[in-house]
């Protein structure tokens, strides 16, 4: 498995995390559980989560394929600079993101999942992998050489007519062969 | 509209079926267990959540059965051969296996869902009654306990904990909890694993996580078994809830109202995959089996551009045309099997697997052979297959159009090579008797060997005066200037400059409405067979361009897609 961009599991991982912590949260909230509190977190931290991971890091090696309308979220996510590229950060903001989860039956799920995330991310983070927005291709084109603006105003030098015309004595250094075939019976 | 029902009406009706069954059982257990008088008590304690919770239960037993069927290749592959007396479109359902699979899985997510959000509220409900903060009722029906003349009806026994913490007590130490938690998490796993960028890039990744379905199972087997959803069981005297409901103090008391008895329904779900896990099992078996056969090499070829034919020789080895094995390599790596396409024809002795460095598995592969001398043998193989796939029906058509792109043109070196061989000796079994063959590719360096392969086939037709049986049409679509300048110097040339071929080779894509045009036009009363084997993007438009050109009336022309994906 050498090639594999643990990231790019991992970023699946949290974003179903994300998901399941604000269904669990809003069951909790909506049925009035006991331990609502914890469940109005979770609905926070998982919209939270899921903002954080919904932009797709570019991959360092193969096409990057986005997600639906991620730009905006790419541009928000690349404010915060080492914060949101280095995956030691995200990897120990997810373990500790997740722990509040655990104190309530409905946010447990979305706890672990977050957690089994979190140590994706780790592994991800200890091979050196790092997040890099996907940025729409600025087109540039080549620039023009400066030669071309100025074309000579004189034909290249040339011999003196007398050499230019074929040497009928001398055979062999008036021969030459042209490069494509100028006859048309070929 | 028509064509829709031509190309896609058999597919229609499965999922019709499938999904009328799935709404059945989710109906029919919602009201069974919110009208059931033997739940009247039950529900007294969990309202609607009950019903919800069970309704979705149905359904997922029914879909766990379901979800192992399509992934078992040599199940299908004897399916299509016993279905070759019936009609074309039933064989063409089994083409559909991967995506009925995902379609099953769906569906197990979105019941898992809803199963465990309605157990979370039940699991509030049976807390609370607990801890009496519930009617009357509820305290008095929770109080029952396990002893000798009473049954409990509340799972939920602890109260000596703090009250936020015990449904996740319970959910960690009953059997239900424990394997519902465990097995809830491998599906996300697999799910997550699963997507298709993942897929498409780290199959390892897929693949191993994917077989966490063996704790599914197995949680999902011992799931009931706490047998935690009580009913209210026959007493003698009857217990009559509707009068007792009200002197729940009275109970055991008077004649009327004997102590209720609750018992837990019994564990159902092991019935539903009980047959598919054995299939499953056997498949794996099969598979461990033809590993331990021996697979001699009868040649080792390395092609240009890091493409590597095997030709190897196993006993009682018999193929198709377009059929594909797996391979394993041990030296490699124990687990792996990895999917080739057989190039080879049936007629010949031997089958051959040309394989194209495309990943960590491939690289390792040639690298190995690289080192093997010249006539020595190299390391040990696995060879698990054949299988079949939609190419197999490609001489039942009249007319044919076979459409490679890419490495997709492989099955049909197969196909061609073998109609090649069918013409050698006048096979009469042969009902083709035209072939359109499409070939896209961006460059050909990865395919010499394919060019090599057509240009003898196009010599061996010109001798016997066939020239009209095959028409190919390569197609170029990654060319640039140099490509075109060098074309434009040898444009008067007899044969084509890139592949050495009498037909000329195309640039760009194909303009498909005119080949079908084309084709409709040369047979105005022919079936014809399509038959792609490249990406999903093409698949899409020649599925539409398929349906856009059949005629509804079957005396006129009909185009029948397949596709073969892996």
């Not at chain 1, 949290?14 to 912590?21: D, F, N, R, Y």
């Not at chain 2, 059965?65 to 009609?87: A, E, H, K, T, Y």
């Not at chain 2, 047998?227 to 009275?250: A, G, Y």
């Not at chain 2, 896209?440 to 010499?448: D, I, K, N, S």
Request: charged share 20%; glycine share 6%.
């Amino acid at each position: 498995m050498g090639k594999i961009e643990w990231a790019m599991w991992a970023n699946e991982q949290a974003l179903a995390s994300g998901l399941i912590l604000l269904t669990g949260g809003i069951v909790g909230v909506a049925g009035q559980f006991r331990g609502w509190q914890f469940a109005a977190y979770a609905v926070a931290a998982g919209v939270f989560v899921c903002l954080l991971e919904y932009p797709r890091s570019k991959r360092a090696k193969g096409t990057s394929v986005e997600r639906t309308g991620q730009y905006c979220f790419t541009v928000c996510v690349k404010t915060f600079g080492p914060l949101t590229r280095n995956y030691y950060v995200r990897a120990f903001l997810h373990a500790a993101i997740c722990v509040p989860g655990g104190f309530m039956l409905a946010t447990v799920l979305g706890c672990v999942c977050l957690g089994i995330a979190s140590l994706i991310y780790l592994a991800a983070a200890i091979r050196g992998e790092h997040w890099e927005p996907i940025l729409p291709r600025k087109e540039t084109r080549k620039p023009v050489a400066q030669s071309i603006k100025n074309p000579p105003q004189n034909p290249p030098p040339r011999p003196p007519p007398e050499m230019r015309r074929k040497q009928a004595g001398d055979l062999e250094k008036s021969a030459y062969d042209n490069p494509m075939s100028v006859t048309d019976d070929e | 509209m028509a064509n829709c029902i031509v190309n896609y009406g058999f597919s229609a009706f499965i999922l019709f079926v499938w999904m009328a069954i799935n709404i059945f059982l989710f109906v029919y257990f919602y009201f069974f267990y919110d009208l059931g008088p033997q739940f009247f008590y039950t529900r007294h304690l969990l309202g609607s959540a009950l019903p919800w919770a069970r309704a979705p239960a149905a359904v997922l037993n029914f879909n766990c059965m379901l979800i192992l069927l399509p992934v078992c290749r040599n199940l299908l592959s004897l399916l299509r051969g016993s279905f070759v007396r019936c009609s074309r479109t039933m064989r063409k359902q089994l083409d559909k296996n991967l995506t009925f699979h995902k379609l099953v899985a769906y569906m197990i997510a979105l019941m898992t869902a809803v199963h465990t959000i309605a157990h979370l509220f039940n699991l509030e409900r049976y807390n609370n009654s607990r801890q009496g903060l519930d009617d009357e009722l509820s305290t008095a029906l929770s109080d029952l306990a396990d002893t000798e003349n009473t049954t409990y009806l509340n799972p939920v026994r602890i109260t000596n904990l703090d009250p936020q913490q015990i449904p996740t007590y319970f959910a960690f130490t009953t059997i239900a909890g424990l394997t519902g938690v465990v097995i809830t998490l491998a599906l996300i796993l697999i799910i997550t694993s699963s997507m298709e960028v993942i897929r498409r890039s780290y199959f390892e990744v897929f693949w191993y996580t994917h077989h966490l379905f063996i704790i599914f199972f197995a949680g999902l087997v011992f799931h009931g078994a706490g047998r935690i959803v009580r009913s209210q069981q026959r007493t003698n005297p009857p217990h009559n809830t509707t009068f007792c409901k009200d002197h729940p103090d009275d109970w055991g008391q008077i004649p009327e109202c004997p102590i209720p008895q609750f018992a837990g329904g019994f564990p159902q779900t092991w019935m539903y995959v009980i047959g598919p896990m054995v299939i499953y099992l056997c498949e794996r078996l099969v598979r461990f089996i033809r590993y331990m056969q021996r697979v001699q090499y009868k040649k080792i070829v390395m092609r240009p551009s890091k493409v590597l034919e095997l030709q190897l020789i196993k006993n009682g080895f018999k193929m198709d045309v377009g059929q594909y094995v797996f391979v394993n390599c041990p030296a490699i790596s124990q687990l792996e099997w990895h999917p080739f396409t057989m190039t080879s024809a049936p007629e010949e002795d031997f089958f051959s697997v040309h394989i194209r460095s495309a990943g960590d598995w491939t690289d390792k592969l040639i690298e190995i052979m690289k080192k093997v001398p010249e006539g020595g043998e190299g390391p040990k193989l696995g060879v698990d297959g054949p299988f079949g796939t939609a190419s197999e029906d490609v001489f039942d058509y009249e007319v044919s159009m076979l459409i490679g792109a890419g490495i997709g043109v492989t099955p049909f070196a197969s196909i061609l090579k073998s109609i090649w061989y069918k013409f050698k000796d006048s096979d009469p079994k042969l009902r083709t008797r035209k072939i359109y063959f499409y070939w896209l590719c961006r460059e050909t360096h990865a395919f010499e060997w394919f060019a090599d392969l057509l240009q003898v086939l196009e010599k061996e037709m010109e001798e016997r005066g066939m020239g009209d049986f095959l028409t190919y049409k390569l197609y170029l679509t990654g060319w640039d200037q140099s490509h075109a300048t060098h074309v434009m110097v040898h444009f008067d040339k007899d044969t084509d400059v890139v592949t050495g071929l009498k037909q000329k080779t195309h640039y760009g894509r194909p303009i498909w409405d005119k080949e079908f045009e084309q084709v409709r036009k040369e047979n105005p009363t022919s079936i014809v067979g399509t038959f792609l084997c490249g990406p999903e993007a093409l698949g899409k438009v020649l599925e539409k361009k398929c349906a856009k050109y059949s005629d509804v009336d079957p005396r006129k022309t009909r185009f029948y897609f397949n596709k073969e994906n892996f």
